[in-house]
């Protein structure tokens, strides 16, 4: 355990990097060492301020920017005793002699250390477009980002959101409120990449029905000056007028100083034990720069959020400080959530593309409760995916990851399921949760109790579910069987369906075995609640059946329209 005789002298401690990690570490050692001498080396002009907290500054929805600064150095030192040096650029680290040098204001300055923390955070990505010297390009990283944001807002008429990770989507929702004409271009094939493409459609409707126009699957690949406005080239071909970029395409661990120290990493993000040890002596690491390992798929990367890395800061500060055992840092689960106008999208866990990358093998449910008793007014569909161990497993209905998108109640529903993962508990646990209710918050059996519920049942094999992407192979080698009522079957089917509402199926059986010839029989209605009832009928007469995840409305969301019929099937129930 760590201890420090008090006739020693007082302990040097180096912080590089405030904010989240850095000033959770610099404060918790404060407590546990009053006799310390801890300096804080921030490149920046702020030492503690709420990042998250930017876009809703350009917003104007935080309308004093004297609100984004949590602490400052003048509020740290009578406070803690806490010597914080702003403008200081840490450049390298002697780790023989046990120095750090930084430079301000263009000298050099050597600082002493017994311990160094090392919270360098991460700088964003700037990618070889030509022409983001531009002057009308920022990244939204700072305070003084956000200000400069905000002032060019007020004139600007258009505005261009290269990247539509979480950073982006709230600069664009931002940008909407002021009143500009908002792009966003995204690379990957949808608006929020971590999300399912089935969950990021809704995400993408949502800006669209507020005026965003959401450019994905394509690139920028350069930013031209044509005087008074810029110009967004896109690999496409197409041109995007600016008189505002935000670049936000993501970050990379700024730990160059650090590396050249002899600090073990893995690409680029620093590597280090339980307790925040790098891989030399007296060195400890937290915060974004540093490597996580994912507890459900075992890959290693950076997770830049504020939670995880104001933990870390203060269980490091606990393993080199405190006179207890120390626990350790667990693994983040990456739980991160987003307001887009109206609707909230929000994850936690592992998602299917991390899952099939590192081979595991998965059942998926959609479901799409309620967020409260539907009796009651004002409520709102949850759009809600769980990602699970199946039967065959090692640890079947070990729940892997969950995502949800919708206008009330994600946040709480995520996070009751997060806390579910860190507690180890099984999908068919989620029944047992004992969750308040009454009908303006909830369900008797709130959406979590039913992911439960459908879970058991799909682990057990008392229902067998396909998958949106399985479409293709259903159409070509399967009977669909349509169990939703005539007026639905009108809006649109699937070509080749057979039509019977599933209050019609016990006397049908007949014309079900005839259409099938012979094939597999797959299921859908509109959520996946009748096509159940209507699974359990064909499998008790011996189909080989299974019923669609989440019903059309995941189907479509997948999918879009396109893949619907009109004309009206000669084998439908009214025929």
């Known amino acids: 355990m760590p201890s420090h005789d008090a006739a020693e002298a007082p302990r040097r401690i180096v912080v590089v990097g405030g904010v989240a990690a850095g000033m959770s570490f610099a404060a918790r050692a404060r407590r546990l060492d009053e006799r310390a001498s801890i300096v804080v080396l921030e490149r920046g002009e702020h030492v503690s301020f709420a990042n998250c907290g930017l876009p809703y500054f350009v917003g104007d929805e935080i309308t004093e920017r004297s609100a984004l600064l949590v602490q400052t150095p003048e509020s740290l030192r009578p406070a803690l005793d806490l010597d914080v040096r702003t403008g200081h650029d840490v450049t390298a680290i002697d780790a023989e002699r046990k120095i750090v040098v930084a430079t301000a204001a263009g000298e050099r300055a050597e600082f002493e250390y017994d311990e160094l923390m090392l919270a360098p955070g991460a700088f ?80 993408t409707a949502e800006l669209r029905r507020h005026g965003v126009r959401v450019n994905a699957g394509v690139a920028a690949s350069a930013v031209e000056d044509a005087g008074d406005h810029a110009i967004v080239r896109l690999s496409d071909g197409r041109g995007l007028p600016a008189d505002l970029v935000v670049l936000s395409v993501g970050v990379r661990p700024d730990t160059a100083f650090a590396e050249a120290a002899g600090v073990a990493t893995e690409r680029g993000a620093i590597v280090v034990d339980e307790h925040g040890r790098t891989s030399v002596p007296h060195i400890w690491a937290a915060g974004d720069a540093v490597a996580k390992t994912d507890p459900v798929t075992g890959a290693r990367r950076p997770v830049a959020l504020a939670g995880p890395a104001n933990r870390e800061g203060r269980l490091i500060a606990d393993a080199m400080l405190g006179e207890r055992a120390p626990r350790p840092m667990a693994a983040p689960l990456g739980t991160a959530i987003v ?160 039509h019977i509402p599933h209050t019609e199926l016990r006397d049908r059986l007949d014309e079900v075995r005839e259409a099938a010839a012979g094939r597999p029989v797959r299921i859908h209605c509109a959520s996946g609640v009748r096509s159940y009832l209507a699974h359990r009928q064909l499998a008790a007469a011996g189909f080989d059946s299974a019923t669609l995840s989440g019903g059309m409305q995941t189907l479509l969301a997948y999918h879009g329209k396109d893949i619907l019929t009109y004309e009206v099937d000669h084998r439908s129930a009214a025929a």
């Open 124 to 203: 964003a990505l700037r990618p070889p477009i030509p022409g983001l010297d531009d002057p009308r390009v920022r990244t939204l990283r700072t305070v003084g980002d956000a200000a400069w944001m905000k002032d060019a807002a007020g004139s600007a008429r258009r505005a261009v959101v290269l990247g539509a990770g979480f950073i982006g989507v709230e600069a664009a929702e931002a940008l909407r409120h002021r009143g500009l004409e908002v792009d966003i271009v995204e690379f990957a094939p949808h608006v929020l990449p971590p999300l399912e493409t089935e969950m990021a459609s809704l995400v």
């Open 339 to 498: 307001r887009v106008f109206g609707q909230t999208a929000a994850l936690t866990g592992a998602n299917r593309r991390a899952l099939d990358d590192a081979g595991i093998d998965h059942e998926t449910m959609h479901l799409h409760p309620g967020s409260h008793a539907g009796y009651f007014p004002g409520a709102e569909t949850i759009h809600l995916v769980v990602h699970f161990a199946p039967a065959t497993a090692d640890e079947p209905g070990r729940i892997y990851g969950a995502q949800a998108v919708g206008a009330d109640g994600v946040d709480k529903r995520i996070d009751v399921i997060a806390t579910a993962m860190r507690a180890g508990l099984g999908v068919a646990d989620l029944i047992d949760l004992d969750l308040s209710y009454a009908p303006p918050y909830g369900s008797a059996k709130d959406p979590v109790n039913m992911a439960g519920l459908l879970g058991q049942n799909v682990v057990e094999g008392v229902t067998r579910l396909w998958q949106p992407q399985d479409l293709p192979d259903v159409l070509a080698n399967a009977l669909v069987l349509d169990v939703r009522r005539r007026d639905e079957w009108e809006t649109g089917f699937l070509p080749g369906a057979l």
